[in-house]
């Protein structure tokens, strides 16, 4: 338990290889011939063990003395299963399967066999792993690569041997490398889980084609994304637009944007080609990490250095210029042609130390967060003596490096420099640039990373169950497509400001109607079956009396059922026209996507919306910063200020709609598809006109309980398990689940441990927690981990008498769920001044009480032999207390939920 469960794969002692006898080539399958001299070309730091199953001799008994944590099987399909029993029987907990075009009937087998044997199985369809560091080459994909701090997690076979390749002659080298192909049993996501732990890992790069578990994906991506830099390349990109949509949400937005908002949230960067996977991986080799968006560009031709200032503009990043006082000071040691102006032009008669100042002076520059430097060609430069100067620099720069040598066969040396100095080199600007706004991007997605919103914000406690009422009934009578009396609703069940909308029946009514609510009014149909009301031209606005009121319902009525005669129509809505003089239409949808579920969107609105294709979008659920950040991706946002004229929006009111329809979201799984469009914003607020909303019945929830955000990728911050406590002895604590936002407080809670105590929980004597470790332990995703924090509020008087209060968390309780799905693995702490106060036990029942809720059955632990009074407490709460086999420092505690 001290390790993760799948070291056994990634960092085995001993492996048995099931892939038949090379004396017997004509035998072999395709992948075993590439294994054998794949495996036998380094000295692997373990030890092989080769087994052929149909010529094993000896007992079952002999067989048992045979030892080995991992197999590697390269055998014809029929003796997939044999071999993976018999694996089991060795003692492997992790195999491999190299193979390729099993189908999904087959694998399943495969996954049957290894579940009985207790086998973690990576394939079929795989073409294995690659393990340098321990000089490990289980696989079919090419020579064993260098080693680095770089992981490689591909989806295809064929892009990891040619990525392999190309690394090989880019000095880029790999912690790890994991092929992984359909229908396998271990998919990305549990690859990611042990990666985001690896300590060789630094960065990951990632091809994926297809995902299996959104939630799963969701929560392995943000942990690794939170400890280290991730990359993905994805292909497949569906084309956008569903014949099929019954909103414009669904209209105008594909598959492919929702998979760009889910890595936003989860932390990752996504590049769209393999050149730029390239140039990220060169600068993850480099191990850069997140940094700002201003790039101060250091050039020696001011062509180059303009390409690259505008591909700056272009993909918005910022252009880094020196300060004044930096550039007063560097302009009298450059060329008398040198600019400093916005890019650092330093003339063609540039030296290397030309180049070596200017990259100190940006050093020193607050201001700049990353150098690019561009050297073109110059007869009597050498470029080779250019990168050295780089290479020097770079030792005390502190922030990314990235270079780009023009030409090919008279910077050729240089290059070499800068690749044995591990310094990123590119061949054009545009690409250098790009790769710097990779990095970039890492910093402004950690940001979305760290938020972790409620399901519903501190406003007005919306009507949930009167929602509900109006869903079921829907459904009841068999319908999807919500009216727009019915939309308007549930808009207003959750306070979303909507337009008096009232139902008419006959022209009478409808002229009585807009009698009482005074002109201008609108008139529009209503029907279940009629989509978009423009299109069967169900929609007239800006009528100022009765007779037109009258004249134009008949009219409507009548162009209706010749324009769609099946459409079942409940009458016309009748509202007051809404104020649109100065105010902007913008709409806020939803759509559903598979896998990633449902997907908040917002743009520009009216009834040109699938033409304008104004979207950007976010993973519910949003909080007042996401709700902002959501608004400024929109195109529509460059018109919210003071605009030709007009008054700037009332901000706060457009981000108070979206916190509301997030909760829509959150609190009713029912919803598949939504458009509020057009919304109508100005300074005084914001005012729905119209909804259409689709529903279905909702998932199946796994404990049956309507807390439980099945159908949401990401789970939102879990308050309902916040509680008010007394302290024994005087005072109170309160006892909460943990957020990113408690970092500190955590670390100072170990911080203030004793060397005892600190031993006893992380069995080291760390003082500190890592920040890698600190920041997996406060943003988990309340779904496979939880961890609840007490809390004590402190009060201290300053020098002038002044009181301020301070939260202090004074103990933690941790659970993880265990690959078997159905027990976890607990953690308990709690601060050396507080012991016996009664935190300890009463942390211990709530972590219970959420695992209970979860449907784990059992709770396990591992306690020091030395440490009496945690035994002595995990006794006192009714668990058992025995030996641990693998360690006799340890007792193994357990419990029954």
């Known amino acids: 338990m001290d390790k993760h469960y799948l070291t056994p794969l990634f960092d085995p002692r001993s492996v048995a290889i099931f892939a038949g006898s090379p004396d017997h080539p004509e035998s072999l399958t395709p992948q075993a011939v ?6 036998r070309a380094q000295r692997y730091t373990g030890t092989y063990r080769f087994i052929d199953i149909r010529e094993t001799s000896g007992t079952l008994a002999d067989l048992a003395q045979v030892r080995a944590d991992l197999a590697v099987i390269a055998l014809p399909l029929a003796d997939v299963g044999p071999a993976i029993e018999l694996a089991g029987r ?3 907990k992790a195999a491999m399967v190299l193979s390729n075009g099993v189908t999904a009937e087959q694998a399943e087998e495969m996954k049957k066999v290894a579940r009985e044997a207790g086998i973690y199985l990576l394939g079929p369809n795989c073409a294995g792993i690659q393990r340098p560091p321990s000089l ?4 079919i994909s090419g020579p064993l690569a260098g080693k680095g701090s770089l992981a490689l997690v591909s989806q295809s076979g064929a892009l990891t041997a040619s990525m392999l390749d190309w690394a090989a002659n880019n000095a880029v080298g790999f912690s790890s490398v994991v092929s992984i192909g359909p229908h396998t049993d271990m998919d990305i996501a549990d690859v990611l889980d042990f990666l985001a732990a690896d300590r060789q890992t630094h960065s990951i790069i990632i091809y994926v084609e297809g995902i299996q578990n959104a939630r799963r994906f969701m929560s392995s991506l943000r942990s690794a994304a939170t400890a280290k830099p991730v990359v993905i390349l994805k292909a497949g990109r569906k084309p956008e637009g569903n014949q099929a949509a019954q909103t414009h949400s669904s209209a105008i937005v594909g598959s492919d944007d929702v998979f760009d908002a889910a890595l936003r949230r989860a932390g990752a960067v996504r590049v769209k080609s393999f050149v ?3 140039s990220a991986a060169k600068c993850l080799a480099s191990r850069y990490r997140p940094v700002g968006k201003r790039l101060a560009v250091i050039t020696n031709g001011g062509g180059p250095g303009v390409l690259a200032a505008d591909w700056v503009n272009e993909i918005s990043l910022q252009l880094g210029r020196l300060s004044p006082e930096l550039a007063e000071g560097l302009k009298p040691q450059l060329p008398e042609l040198a600019s400093l102006t916005d890019l650092i032009d330093l003339s063609i008669d540039a030296t290397p130390e030309h180049f070596r100042l200017a990259v100190a002076a940006a050093a020193k520059d607050k201001h700049i967060d990353g150098v690019l430097a561009i050297f073109s060609p110059r007869a009597g430069v050498d470029s080779a003596e250019v990168a050295k100067a780089l290479a020097e620099a770079n030792r005390s720069l ?10 090919d066969a008279s910077v050729s040396g240089g290059r070499a420099v800068l690749k044995e100095a591990s310094i990123p080199t590119f061949r054009t600007p545009e690409a250098a640039v790009g790769a710097f706004g990779n990095i970039a991007n890492f910093a402004q997605n950690q940001l979305l990373l760290q938020q972790t919103p409620p399901p519903l914000s501190a406003l007005a406690q919306p009507d949930i169950e009167g929602a509900r009422l109006v869903i079921e009934s829907v459904l009841t009578e068999r319908r999807k497509v919500l009216t727009e009396m019915e939309s308007k609703t549930l808009l207003s069940a959750f306070h979303i400001p909507v337009t008096e909308t009232i139902l008419a029946r006959s022209a009478s ?6 009698m009482q609510l005074g002109f201008p009014v609108a008139l529009k149909i209503d029907s279940p079956d009629i989509s978009h009301k423009s299109d069967v031209q169900g929609v007239v606005l800006n009528l100022m009396n009765g007779t037109a009121v009258r004249d134009n319902f008949n009219d409507m009525i009548e162009r209706v059922k010749r324009l769609q005669p099946d459409a079942r129509i409940n009458g ?6 809404a104020r649109t003089r100065r105010g902007r239409e913008i709409y806020i949808g939803m759509v559903t996507d598979e896998p990633f579920g449902p997907v908040i969107v917002f743009g520009a609105g009216g009834t040109m919306i699938e033409l304008i294709n104004d979207r950007a979008m976010e993973l519910p659920p949003l909080n007042q910063f996401l709700a902002r950040r ?3 991706r929109s195109r529509v946002a460059e018109t919210l200020g003071e605009w030709r004229g007009a008054h700037a929006v009332n901000m706060e009111a457009l981000e108070q709609l979206l916190l509301r329809v997030s909760e829509m979201v959150c609190e009713l799984p029912q919803l598949r598809e939504m458009d509020i469009n057009p919304i109508i914003v100005d300074e005084h607020g914001a005012v729905s006109v119209d909804a259409r909303i689709v529903i279905d019945n909702a998932p199946q929830a796994v404990s049956g309980r309507h807390s439980n955000y099945n159908h949401l990728a990401i789970l939102p911050y879990p308050a309902r398990y916040e509680q008010l406590l007394p302290m024994r002895g005087g005072g109170e604590y309160t006892i909460r689940p943990i957020h990113p936002d408690d970092a500190q407080m955590l670390q100072a809670l170990v911080q203030g441990l004793s060397s005892e105590s600190r031993y006893f929980r992380f069995a080291s004597a760390m003082n500190e927690l890592p920040a890698p470790m600190l920041a997996r332990f406060t943003l988990i995703d309340y779904d496979r981990e939880m961890a609840l924090v007490a809390v004590v509020k402190e009060r201290h008087a300053n020098d002038e008498g002044e009181i301020t209060e301070t939260e202090r968390i004074i103990g933690v309780s941790r659970y993880i769920t265990n690959p078997d799905q159905t027990s976890c693995e607990f953690s308990l702490l709690v601060a050396d001044d507080l012991a016996g106060k009664g935190i300890g036990s009463r942390l211990m029942e709530a972590i219970m009480d959420v695992a209970r809720e979860k449907g784990l059955h059992e709770i396990i632990g591992l306690v020091l032999t030395n440490n009496s009074s945690m035994l002595k407490l995990m006794r006192s709460l009714g668990f058992s207390v025995k030996a641990y086999p693998d360690d006799p420092d340890f007792r193994l505690v357990t419990h029954i939920l």
């Open 398 to 407: 502190g922030k990314p490096l990235l270079t780009c040598w023009m030409g």
């Open 630 to 632: 959501l608004i400024d």
């Open 572 to 577: 016309v809505t009748v509202q007051k026209m």
């Open 136 to 139: 490990l080459n289980a696989s």
């Open 509 to 514: 009514e409808a002229m009585m109607i807009a």
């Open 90 to 92: 060795v003692g492997c």
């Open 34 to 39: 590439l294994l054998h001299p794949a495996l």
């Open 276 to 278: 730029q996977l390239f």
